[in-house]
Every structure is written in C-alpha cells, then in structure tokens.
C-alpha cells in the first residue's frame, strides 16, 4: 500500500506563489509516475501536471503551463508543485496521486493511489 500527504496550501493574493509538497510512505518502490490534480465544489478531478520516475519529463495542463512548476525528489520520497502568478480560477483542494505506470496520464481513473488534498484559496 501506498500513502501520499500533501502539505504547502493556503491563503494567497492573485499574484502571489505558493508551493506544495507531498511525501510518499509504504510501498513507495512501486511508484513510477506521480501528479497532481485539483478539485473544485461540484466538479471532478482535473489534472494539473505529471512527472515520470526520472524527473526530467513533465506534462502540464494548458492552464497551468508557464505559472506551474512539477518537480520530484525521490530520496525523499517527495512530489513538489511550485505555483507562481496564481489566479482566483487556481482555487481548489490539491491532490497528490501515484501509479505504478511509467507513462503519462490525464485521467484520475488511471491512478491507484491518492492524498486527501490540500486546500489552495486565490484571492482577488
């Protein structure tokens, strides 16, 4: 079993930056891939950006690219999401996900593992 724990959110100004964090325990050897997902009231999880085991190939999403940052250190076991110039539209409770699989996915039903999310709040 595997158990992600995301820490980092907050209250910010449009504008400003926050970075998250999340720390990975248990079976951590069976982690390829980990990501990041955001949900709002009443919707589903909408992928933010990934990052294979490697650490050196990133996929963000259109309205992410360029603001957010994905990065990994896995000597520690740790996923890391740098957010800079925030918007109030980057509100939302942000999740940590894991999958065994070595490839890039969009699709929340295609990770195994999941963190109980943090909550981020962008004010304008």
């Known amino acids: 079993q595997v158990q992600l724990k995301e820490s980092g959110g907050g209250l910010v100004q449009s504008g400003g930056s926050l970075r998250l964090s999340c720390t990975a325990s248990?079976?951590?050897?069976?982690?390829?891939?980990m990501g990041w997902f955001r949900r709002t009231a009443g919707t589903d999880r909408q992928f933010v950006a990934t990052?294979?085991?490697?650490?050196?190939?990133?996929l963000y999403s259109d309205s992410v690219r360029g603001r957010f940052t994905i990065s990994r250190d896995n000597a520690k076991n740790t996923l890391y999401l740098q957010m800079d110039s925030l918007k109030p539209e980057d509100t939302a409770v942000y999740l940590c996900a894991a999958r065994p699989g070595t490839v890039h996915s969009r699709y929340p039903s295609q990770w195994p593992h999941w963190g109980q999310g943090t909550q981020v709040t962008v004010s304008s």
């Open positions: 248990g079976r951590t050897a069976s982690i390829n891939t």
């Open positions: 990052i294979t085991r490697g650490g050196d190939n990133a």
